[in-house]
């Protein structure tokens, strides 16, 4: 496929998800399932490709705009979306989006030649959008003069951020956070430690010619260097290893259960963390996991099941099931609260989470979790333990949270997360030793962005 299709390709995939409300990574499964003729090299840069302007997209659709045609050729489909692919193309490598050269193969231009993104661009126009080649050179050079203009005046708009949202984070040097959400988020995968060692999963992993480095922050954690296919590698398939961001393994590691402890899991999901605190406990616990999904529970069920884990139960949230969950009140040696959120600690791998979150939304959020937290913490026993934490970045979600529920709640007090995290060696940058809460931040931790509070029942 040569590249002005595979823009042309590009651009419509970027033009549904702009107009779903689905999460961009289900759409474009689906896109590429409907386009089975669509080769894997092709796949990897059109993916790539609008994952990198979504990311980027006010930088993208500034500079495409500043520049049209003349009247006429409106009619052209797909127009606008194809600027602002190209323009993704052009400036990506620029703002560490991704790097399109690395993603182009001789398959895609039609000569043999030398060629470069911007010829490529270039010829795109011509192709695709019924440009002259005067017009295709003006275009590229007006795209790149408007994103110098940008870029110097240090905007919201070069940030890539909208600017409600850098607003709230006026207790953060909100630049280089903001920018770190351009680049695309790593695989990470945590070691199921009752059935390998890091080391030897590394050496596996090598031996597949998986390049992987240990995680410097998660004793269990291992970052890959690449997107390599997982779903047929022993490992994976049996347990060993499971796909899990390097922040989301550091909440275990603030719970820090002891083997015999009985655990709720609030808002478990597919179970990520429970598994991981089911191999803290070296399965020898009881985890209670519960949710309102069935069909994320059942995921649980199935992972729990692959790995080996006897320690970990499954309800589904109900009035049904209301009365059996209420004997664990005042029980739990431990409650995670790892509560629904907006998901902007995500950002990196769901772009779109930034550009469709409001401020209404927000406050929304912000009061079902503290419903949701007031509720779970009644199943923490006196001395036990409550550890709250979101995928979010919002201080709405996170501290304003935790500062309601412990004014309202005073048979809660707030623990240092060091006590939990000292005893795996973790030492978080930024985070004092008697710091209660914290925020990993992608700049500053290189996980996606976490929340994490430790309490402890008092009375």
Not at 32 to 61: C, D, N, P, Q, W
């Amino acid at each position: 496929m040569l590249f002005p299709s595979l823009v042309g390709h590009a651009a419509e995939l970027y033009r549904i998800i702009w107009k779903s409300p689905q999460p961009a990574d289900a759409i474009a499964s689906e896109f590429f399932r409907s386009h089975k003729y669509i080769g894997s090299k092709e796949r990897k840069f059109i993916s790539e490709t609008v994952f990198a302007t979504l990311r980027m997209h006010s930088i993208a659709l500034h500079t495409a705009s500043d520049y049209s045609v003349e009247p006429g050729k409106e009619h052209i489909p797909l127009e606008k979306e194809i600027k602002i692919i190209l323009a993704g193309c052009l400036l990506g490598e620029r703002v560490g989006a991704y790097a399109p050269t690395q993603l182009l193969n001789r398959s895609f231009v039609k000569t043999d030649e030398a060629f470069s993104i911007e010829h490529l661009c270039k010829e795109t126009l011509i192709a695709r959008l019924e440009y002259n080649s005067e017009e295709a050179q003006e275009w590229v050079r007006v795209t790149e003069e408007s994103f110098e203009k940008i870029a110097s005046e240090n905007s919201y708009t070069y940030w890539c951020l909208p600017e409600w949202i850098a607003e709230s984070w006026h207790n953060r040097d909100v630049k280089p956070i903001a920018l770190s959400l351009l680049k695309s988020a790593p695989v990470c995968l945590r070691v199921n430690s009752r059935a390998i060692s890091r080391e030897r999963a590394l050496e596996e992993l090598a031996k597949l010619s998986i390049a992987a480095k240990p995680s410097k922050l998660s004793p269990d954690g291992i970052v890959l260097d690449g997107r390599d296919q997982l779903s047929q590698v022993e490992l994976f398939k049996s347990g060993a290893i499971e796909v899990q961001d390097i922040g989301s393994q550091i909440i275990g590691y603030a719970l820090a259960p002891e083997e015999d402890w009985l655990v709720l899991d609030a808002c478990a999901g597919a179970g990520g963390k429970s598994l991981h605190i089911a191999a803290m406990q070296n399965d020898s616990g009881t985890i209670i996991s519960t949710d309102i999904e069935f069909r994320r529970l059942r995921e649980l069920d199935f992972r729990a099941k692959r790995a080996g884990f006897r320690s970990i139960s499954t309800m589904i949230l109900s009035p049904k099931n209301d009365k059996t969950l209420e004997k664990f009140i005042g029980r739990c040696d431990a409650v995670l609260v790892d509560a629904p959120c907006s998901g902007m600690g995500t950002a990196r791998r769901m772009p779109m989470v930034k550009w469709r979150l409001t401020a209404s939304l927000v406050a929304k959020l912000a009061r079902k979790q503290f419903e949701i937290l007031v509720e779970k913490s009644r199943y923490v026993r006196e001395g036990g333990v409550l550890v709250y934490a979101t995928c979010s970045m919002m201080p709405q979600e996170n501290e304003d949270v935790i500062n309601r529920f412990l004014m309202e709640n005073d048979n809660f007090v707030l623990e240092p997360l060091d006590v939990a995290l000292c005893q795996f060696g973790i030492t978080i940058e930024g985070m004092e030793k008697d710091d209660c809460m914290m925020t990993l931040l992608p700049n500053m931790h290189g996980t996606d962005g976490f929340f994490i509070a430790r309490m402890r029942r008092v009375g």
